[in-house]
């Protein structure tokens, strides 16, 4: 039996992807965006997961290594599980099998495009209520703004994100602006303000005065120092 459209919470998200940086940089575009980003690493996860949840939306690679993305969508759907629930393929491979019906995206086209067309097919997703004893002002805005700069696919920029990805998760998101920009896809104006030479380089923007870590970011003692000095709060 599906969830009906007035009990199904809006801007749910589930990404369904083996590559572990690819799956962290869309989830956090999206929750950028406002939407509620669950993640699941490959095929059988993302069953495992749509057996106990429903989502407005379904976003999943096409090619992982225990099956097709279009394989798991047509499981989930013959089982009842996907419906009222738009569904994306999100995939770099240049052939898709079993895609009758489905939209494709290219990973080629970024991130950035992918929000697009998330915020076409479901609009914006409604506001979440504010934390109890903050305004509506104060819990949406961030303490801090981070900006981590990579190298494509690189082993230093790829254990920067992981280190990250792992320490922003003992804070709360919503105080933190985390902002990903590889530039093995070009060079925007900010990396010149920022003075890049070096990647992978993390720097915080503000608060001033703006601060430069250098590196694969193995010890993350300074970053969380950085974040306690701004006053982002940890986790409970």
């Given amino acids: 039996m599906g969830v009906s459209e007035a009990t199904r919470p809006n801007g749910q998200v589930l990404c369904v992807d083996d590559d572990e940086a690819a799956r962290y940089l869309l989830g956090r575009a999206l929750e950028l965006a406002g939407f509620a ?13 749509l057996r106990r949840r429903r989502f407005n939306l379904v976003i999943s690679d096409y090619r992982m290594p225990d099956g097709t993305g279009t394989w798991m969508l047509k499981q989930a759907s ?15 491979s240049t052939h898709v099998e079993d895609a009758a019906g ?17 915020l076409k097919l479901l609009g914006a997703p409604a506001p979440r209520a504010a934390a109890q004893g903050q305004g509506p002002q104060e819990s ?28 922003l998760s003992g804070y709360e998101a919503a105080q933190v ?7 093995a896809e070009g ?14 380089t993390l720097v915080q923007r503000s ?18 120092d950085l974040l306690d000095h701004s006053g982002v709060e940890r986790r409970q």
Avoid: C, N
């Avoid at 949406?140 to 320490?167: C, D, F, H």
């Fill in 37 to 49: 980003v669950t993640t699941a690493g490959g095929v059988r996860e993302g069953l495992e997961v």
């Fill in 78 to 92: 013959s089982a009842g599980l996907l419906e009222g629930t738009e569904v994306l393929i999100f995939t770099g």
């Fill in 102 to 118: 489905l939209k494709i995206v290219s990973k080629q086209r970024g991130t950035d495009h992918i929000v697009a067309q998330v």
């Fill in 140 to 167: 949406a805005m961030s303490r801090i703004e981070l900006v981590l700069y990579t190298a494509g696919r690189s082993a230093a920029s790829l254990r920067a994100l992981r280190q990250m990805k792992t320490l």
């Fill in 177 to 183: 602006d985390f902002k990903i920009i590889d530039l």
């Fill in 187 to 200: 060079r925007p104006a900010s990396a010149d303000e920022d003075h890049i030479l070096l990647t992978p």
């Fill in 207 to 224: 608060p001033l005065p703006r601060t430069w870590v250098v590196g694969d970011l193995e010890d993350t003692t300074l970053v969380a």
